[in-house]
């Protein structure tokens, strides 16, 4: 049996390393799958939670992140898309219309 | 002595492939790295005894979201320049955030190995699990206790389709009026 601080710990990394990310990178698609990274560690989070405990809640707060993570993913890219048309690029160093 | 040894192996793979994601200047590269990612992930909730959770990660996460991903990044079609635009316009920013995301790291892991995590015990133990299976539990419970936020995920969803549509539509219906 593998303690479950093993899992607590890979789930904080890959946090940091999407946070991380999130912050060094300029391409909106890529800040977009640094989001699904963030998501996947919090969903590893649950389900170590949900086998420590011995209760199926961890693992039904997993499905309904996968179905709030795929709501976010249609319309987020739909949202890049619409951007690319707009302005030509997906740099978000460019995109500063809202930019006081 | 098995099951931590293939823990090890795919945990170093999720960490690879996770830091290839950040540090890939190719989008298309980092977004097969991030679908090793979530297949390595999936391996890890069998071993946590959550198979179904494992499957629907292969299914919906490595399957229909990174079709996505992918097909969005062939759409937009960027060209070299565009992929990566290399000058900073925050000084430091990418060395402090990689100073902030090692602390992030430290304090996480600090945290979860001093933290004596307790709490009430569910009646649902693997061998009992097993006794009833995995995705039949899933299920019933979705069914039963959870049937309120289920209904409240198709309409989310249903939104989400809606809204999709909507934006990603947008410059074909302007044209339709011209």
Known sequence: MIPL?????LSGILFSIGAVGVL???NAIVIFMCI??????????????SRQLDSMDGQIFVFFIMT???AEAAVGLAIIIAVYRNKA???????????? | ???????????????????????????????????????SLAVLYILLHAQFIAAI??????????????????????????VEGERDNLLFQKSSAIILGLILVVMIGVVSVKTIF?????????????????????GKLLFTKFVFPFEIASILLFAAIIGAIVLAKKKIIEDEKV
């Open chain 1, 24 to 26: 060094i990178r300029r």
């Open chain 2, 1 to 39: 002595m098995l099951e931590a040894l293939l823990f090890l192996i795919m945990s170093s793979i999720t960490i690879v492939c996770a830091l290839c994601v950040v540090f890939q200047k190719n989008p298309i590269y980092s977004a097969i790295f991030l679908i090793q990612t979530m297949v």
């Open chain 1, 5 to 9: 601080t093993w899992y607590l710990i």
């Open chain 1, 68 to 70: 709030v993570a795929a």
């Open chain 2, 118 to 138: 307790q709490g009430v015990k569910g009646e649902y133990t693997p061998e009992s699990i097993s006794h009833i299976g995995n995705t039949q539990l899933i």
């Open chain 1, 89 to 100: 690029t997906v740099n978000v160093d460019d995109i500063n219309l809202m930019k006081w």
């Open chain 1, 36 to 49: 699904e990274l963030m998501l996947n560690s919090v969903n590893l989070a649950f389900v170590t939670f």
């Open chain 2, 57 to 82: 990660q292969v299914m919906v996460y490595a399957g229909a979201i990174m079709v996505l991903f992918i097909f969005v990044i062939m759409l937009l079609n960027l060209s070299k320049a565009d």
